[in-house]
T-cell receptor
């Protein structure tokens, strides 16, 4: 079954404690992207990757890192989380850039 | 504000009526896409319209694109209670970047 998986689905953590949210896809998609969704602000793109070892900043990259060492995985790293990173995070993938995107189920992160 | 802005922010209609949502954007695009989100869940792709297309249909959905006005509309005909969700437009601009609007929350009353 074609799917995009994110882990964890829910996370409560404290300021400054490094964390990683994983994203994995089994569709052999080239394009992967991370978004955050906040009430009243819609979805904002954090980082995206058009292929292995190619990553670019979206609209809100500050405080986040990503890597794309293999095609199927695109982890989102928060080196030193802060309360303003409390949000709902979505990973999405697409066959290539400019194609429809398939979204993961989301990760709800709370930073205390 | 973001590249895509939906209008209205919220829409409430009766089952069987049509629902129209609009999206405006600021810069040139390659594609415009519409997505649907049920409360707190991942977005689901509805339809993609390319910059050289003016209208597209998919089942009860009709999307129009006017690049001269930098706007798009999504029409859902004969709405059902199950159409209750938030709807987002997304524009694909410079290579790889995707910009989503703030969404329209649609409520369809049985």
């Amino acid at each position: 079954e074609a799917q995009v998986t994110q882990n964890p689905r829910y996370l409560i953590t404290v300021t400054g404690k490094k964390l990683t949210v994983t994203c994995s896809q089994n569709m052999n998609h080239e394009y992967m992207s991370w978004y955050r969704q906040d009430p009243g602000l819609g979805l904002r793109q954090i980082y995206y990757s058009m292929n292995v070892e190619v990553t670019d900043k979206g609209d809100v990259p500050e405080g986040y890192k990503v890597s794309r060492k293999e095609k199927r995985n695109f982890p989102l790293i928060l080196e030193s989380p802060s309360p303003n990173q409390t949000s709902l995070y979505f990973c999405a993938t697409g066959l290539a850039v400019y194609n429809e995107q398939f979204f993961g189920p989301g990760t709800r992160l709370t930073v205390l | 504000s973001q590249q895509g802005e939906e209008d209205p922010q919220a829409l409430s209609i009766q089952e069987g009526e049509n629902a129209t949502m609009n999206c405006s954007y600021k810069t040139s695009i390659n594609n415009l896409q519409w997505y649907r989100q049920n409360s707190g869940r991942g977005l689901v792709h509805l339809i993609l319209i390319r910059s050289n297309e003016r209208e597209k249909h998919s089942g009860r959905l009709r999307v129009t694109l006017d690049t001269s006005k930098k706007s798009s509309s999504l029409l859902i005909t004969a709405s059902r209670a199950a159409d209750t969700a938030s709807y987002f437009c997304a524009t694909d601009g410079e290579a790889g970047k995707s910009t989503f609007g703030d969404g329209t929350t649609l409520t369809v009353k049985p």
